[in-house]
Nanobody, 123 residues
């Protein structure tokens, strides 16, 4: 059974930082494309960050480039999203997800999702 569970969300002031974690189990992480998505209520889901299986490179949405970093620790079976210089526009529920590698980082979809963790950026 594939399971993804996010943690680390919360309330942070603009300009602050948070590190989200995603505990992963039930799969071999090396096989999958790894993605972070986010959704603010009333808005469309946004693709945030990705680790490609094909080239092992990282990719980011334009709105978070230079501020967010996606990574993974295979020994701990954990996926991370380091978020810096946070803005109110970053407020959303953040989801970690994995996708069959036939779908690359440019695909707006996933096969397995965590339940999400809330990030609120406000003064």
């Amino acid at each position: 059974q594939v399971q993804l569970v996010e943690s680390g969300g919360g309330l942070v002031q603009p300009g602050g930082s948070l590190r989200l974690s995603c505990a992963a189990s039930g799969f071999t992480s090396d096989y999958y494309t790894i993605i972070w998505f986010r959704r603010d209520p009333g808005k469309e889901r946004e693709w945030v960050a990705c680790i490609s299986r094909s080239d092992r490179r990282t990719y980011y949405g334009d709105s978070v480039k230079g501020r967010f970093t996606i990574s993974r620790d295979n020994a701990k079976s954990t996926i991370y999203l380091e978020m810096n210089s946070l803005k109110p526009e970053d407020t959303a529920i953040y989801y970690c997800a994995i996708s069959n590698p036939i779908y690359g980082c440019n695909a707006d979809r996933a096969d397995y999702w965590g339940p999400g963790t809330q990030v609120t950026v406000s003064s």
